[in-house]
């Protein structure tokens, strides 16, 4: 994959996250956009950040309670540590960040 392929795979699930954010009714969600970074607030001022990892085609997501870097393998985005898959892991923890039951999907 090039700089060009990955920004593209990348930016499209930063838009479908932040459009999945608009739509939740159960947390009172809100979002910050910067560039490369996607912030996720909560009403307890927790937060998710989500960044990409340009110079290592990866995904960062960090949250209240670890980080993590997610490669692309097979068309699907990997936790390198956990074996998570990308929309599951932010789904949990945005579920235990918020407390109540939140499902992102592409």
Known sequence: MNDSEYHQLVDTILLQLEESID???QAD???ESAGSILTI???NKTKIIINKQTPNHQIWVATKFD???FDLIDGTWIDNRTGT???RLVSDAASKQ???AI???A
Request: charged content about 25%.
């Open 23 to 25: 739509t939740i009714e």
């Open 29 to 31: 969600l809100d979002y």
């Open 41 to 43: 607030d909560f009403p």
């Open 67 to 69: 980080g993590h870097h």
């Open 85 to 87: 898959e990308f929309w």
């Open 98 to 100: 918020a407390g109540v």
């Open 103 to 105: 499902e992102f999907s």
